[in-house]
């Protein structure tokens, strides 16, 4: 399964499928990106991390994609499971001009037994 | 190493009260994010702290919001006369670094709701 553009909050997706969450960033200065999960209730917990420096980071069944000619960042997420399901935000940071986060609006990732 | 601590987790107000939120940091760590959260929406930066100085205030309401972090004890976020626009839930993070150079920690967040 794999979400549209900013325009698609929900995807759903069957257990032992890959999942792919989309991601447009504004910041065409940004040099550090974040994914973060929520769940329910619950603070952003880290999934992984990319710099600008980079166009493919791997951890243990995610990989994030970076498009700076698009400024456009997925994240994969490999065999989804039950424990996936959960809201997934992208944050991006100017390292240069402060500290701030700017945090997408978010995807809520549904697996489906 | 706990992590970062957030109190209380719920707090209701009635229109004009204040609201205190605390946020401990992860131990060792000197740096201290606000963010705000509305109902089906991604986190909006509010403030940066370090000990005793903020950092980058720009995204805090310029009125009735407030922030501090003191030498001793927890940064608090202070909400003078709320309005139930001020609903929202409120996340603190921390770094040992000006974030950017590194990932920061989340607590569970305070749910204010205005009656």
């Known amino acids: 399964g794999e979400s549209v553009g900013l325009h698609l909050p929900t995807l759903s997706v069957q257990e032992g499928d890959n999942s792919i969450i989309n991601c447009a960033y504004s910041?065409?200065?940004?040099?550090?990106f974040i994914w973060y999960k929520q769940e329910s209730g619950k603070g952003p917990q880290f999934i992984i991390d990319?710099?600008?420096?980079?166009d493919k980071r791997q951890g243990q069944r995610v990989t994030v994609l970076l498009n700076k000619t698009v400024k456009h960042l997925s994240l994969q997420i490999a065999a989804t499971q039950p424990g996936d399901s959960a809201v997934y935000f992208c944050?991006?940071?100017?390292?240069?001009?402060?500290?701030?986060?700017?945090f997408g609006e978010g995807t809520q990732l549904t697996v489906n037994p | 190493n706990a992590g970062v601590m957030q109190n209380p987790r719920h707090l209701v107000r009635r229109r004009g009260q204040e609201a205190r939120l605390r946020c401990s940091p992860m131990?060792?760590?000197?740096?201290v994010y606000w963010y705000r959260q509305l109902p089906e929406e991604g986190l909006k930066f509010m403030v940066y702290?370090?000990?005793?100085?903020?950092?980058?205030e720009s995204g805090m309401p310029k009125e009735r919001f407030s922030a501090e972090f003191p030498k001793e004890g927890p940064s608090i976020l202070r909400i003078q006369q709320v309005v139930r626009g001020d609903s929202a839930a409120y996340f603190c993070?921390?770094?040992?670094?000006?974030?950017?150079?590194?990932?920061?920690?989340f607590g569970q967040g305070t749910r204010l709701t205005v009656v």
């Open positions: 993070a921390s770094s040992p670094y000006r974030q950017g150079n590194t990932e920061a920690f």
């Open positions: 910041n065409s200065a940004s040099d550090y």
């Open positions: 990319i710099r600008s420096n980079m």
């Open positions: 944050a991006e940071n100017e390292e240069t001009s402060g500290s701030r986060l700017t």
């Open positions: 131990k060792g760590h000197s740096h």
């Open positions: 702290l370090q000990k005793e100085n903020i950092i980058d």
